[in-house]
């Protein structure tokens, strides 16, 4: 038989396929579930356990948290990605690294095909599909949830024609989490003017105190909490454990999906948010002006190209290489206050911190210039605005 790795998550999606490919295409199917911080332990087993009944010939799950991060969240966090100013692309991003990794199982154990659940509306076809082709066009794509334009009730019914009777109550709310976020998907997100309710969000206010805690930088990489320093990945987990207590990091997020249609999605995403704004903070100290300005115009491209799924055009390289340069100088600490659905930046530290210079403090006082001196630059930069308007004095 001709074997076919399925991305596989132990949903009603998934479940079909592995059905279908066996019973309508007689192939060996194999899973595997790439886990990016979405699944404990005891749930990652019970999807290795639904796999082998559902008659896998094998399945695996795969932790790639570190190499997310090394890959893509260390450059989302030197970029300050919001994609339109909102989402930290908790979810869009991890997908690009998930079909990485479908892909390189599929080579190992020899598949001529790879399939996925995703549906011919969303992004996440793109995403899959593109890395698929990219890194293995050798290897066939099959899709039969796109393919079919199945219902739900219509999966359901296959499954229980071949002996798969789990109780596949759809769930009010859409779910995808992961180490950069959960996002949520709903009846609201499908309007324009819903907002989603409280027990939407899988995390819910526990806490009312505010708190203060500090946030440890080193060349843009998150690299402690409250001076216990510890690796990014450790660092973020724990961030996200205290600051989801406070119900931080909420927000829908309206934006052009790939396949050209508006989307809303709902998403709470506490440790992104909070680490991209106290890493901003610290840039604003210890960056120059026109750094700052260039990061800025670089990062939001970096956010839309991996959105997309474009990983591996060229220009991420390049871009990636300027993110990593320009943080040579930050580095330092980042005092917050986290209270009930948001937070305030109090202030830094750093050595890079160029507010302590010797030519003066704004506003107060000046120690590098005379008073003709700055009435001399006045003049000279407005020429140019004197220049436009005395010729133009009629517009």
């Not at 038989?1 to 991305?7: D, T």
């Not at 969303?122 to 899959?128: A, I, L, Y």
């Not at 027990?199 to 060349?219: G, M, V």
Request: hydrophobic share 35%; net charge negative; aromatic share 10%.
């Amino acid at each position: 038989m001709e074997k076919v790795v399925v991305a596989y998550s132990g949903g009603l999606d998934t479940s079909y396929c592995v059905k279908y490919l066996q019973h309508e295409l007689n192939l060996e199917v194999h899973s595997v579930l790439v886990n990016t911080g979405g699944f404990s332990e005891n749930e990652l087993k019970l999807v290795e356990q639904k796999a082998y009944d559902m008659g896998v010939a094998s399945h695996t799950n795969t932790n790639i948290l570190e190499t997310y991060y090394q890959k893509a969240i260390k450059y989302m966090i030197f970029g300050n990605v919001l994609k339109n100013n909102t989402y930290p692309l908790s979810v869009s991003a991890e997908r690009v690294f998930q079909a990485i990794e479908v892909v390189e199982y599929a080579k190992k154990v020899g598949a001529k095909y790879i399939a996925h659940g995703s549906t011919g509306a969303g992004n996440d076809q793109v995403r899959f599909d593109m890395i698929f082709q990219t890194l293995a066009p050798e290897i066939e794509i099959i899709t039969p949830i796109r393919d079919l334009k199945l219902s739900r009730q219509e999966e359901i019914a296959y499954l229980k024609k071949h002996g798969v009777d789990y109780p596949w109550s759809k769930a009010k709310y859409s779910i995808n989490k992961g180490i950069w976020g959960t996002s949520i998907g709903g009846v609201e997100t499908l309007t324009s003017h819903q907002g989603l309710p409280e027990e939407a969000y899988p995390s819910q206010l526990e806490k009312s105190s505010p708190t203060n805690i500090k946030l440890h930088f080193k060349k843009g990489e998150l690299v402690g909490l409250n001076d216990e320093l510890d690796s990014p990945v450790n660092t973020i987990l724990k961030l996200e454990e205290i600051a989801s207590k406070y119900a931080i990091g909420r927000d829908i997020h309206v934006g052009d999906t790939i396949v050209g249609i508006k989307g809303r999605v709902g998403f709470e995403a506490a440790a992104a948010v909070v680490t991209i704004k106290a890493h901003h903070l610290l840039e604003k100290h210890v960056l120059s002006k026109w750094q700052q300005n260039l990061k800025e115009q670089l990062g939001s491209w970096y956010g839309m190209l991996l959105h997309d799924g474009l990983y591996f055009e060229p220009v991420m390289r390049n871009i990636e290489a300027f993110l990593e340069d320009a943080q040579k100088t930050v580095t330092g600490e980042v005092f917050i206050t986290l209270k009930p659905y948001h937070f305030s930046l109090n202030g830094i530290e750093s050595k890079h911190d160029l507010m302590k210079s010797k030519f003066g403090e704004y506003g107060e006082t000046n120690k590098a210039w005379t008073a003709e001196e700055a009435k001399g630059f006045i003049k000279i930069l407005g020429t140019s605005n004197k220049i436009y308007h005395s010729v133009n004095s009629e517009l």
